[in-house]
């Protein structure tokens, strides 16, 4: 079953930290993967991008610094470590697979696999 399923998501105050992880399955892994986030009343944002050997990696400016992301092909997941967190950070967040090895490409028409999302909310 071609499927991505996050989990992590939570409550944390302003300045603590978080982890997402992605889970994989089917032809969802062994491709570029992203985080995304969607704020209410926002469009869906680009944060971070993983090629499929992890040996490239980007970040939004809005998250750079304080987010990252990595990969572990043997257990086929994908995780975002955020640090730093602050209340404008609080969005449902979403990974997501690129029909590609890797890509530069931030739209999210450029992924055809989205995990069903899993809430990140920071208080001040």
């Known amino acids: 079953q071609d499927q991505l399923v996050e989990s992590g998501g939570g409550l944390v105050q302003a300045g603590g930290s978080l982890s997402l992880s992605c889970t994989a399955s089917?032809?969802?892994?062994?491709?570029?993967m992203a985080w995304f986030r969607q704020a209410p009343g926002h469009e869906r944002e680009f944060l971070a991008g993983?090629?499929?050997?992890?040996?490239?990696?980007s970040y939004a400016d809005s998250v750079k610094g304080r987010f990252t992301i990595s990969r572990d092909n043997a257990k086929n997941t994908m995780s975002l470590q955020m640090s730093s967190l602050k209340p404008e950070d609080t969005a449902i967040y979403y990974c997501a697979a690129a029909d590609k090895l890797w890509t530069t490409d931030r739209e999210s028409e450029s992924y055809i696999y989205w995990g069903q999302g899993t809430q990140v909310s920071v208080s001040s």
């Open positions: 089917g032809r969802t892994f062994g491709r570029a």
């Open positions: 993983i090629s499929w050997n992890g040996g490239h990696t």
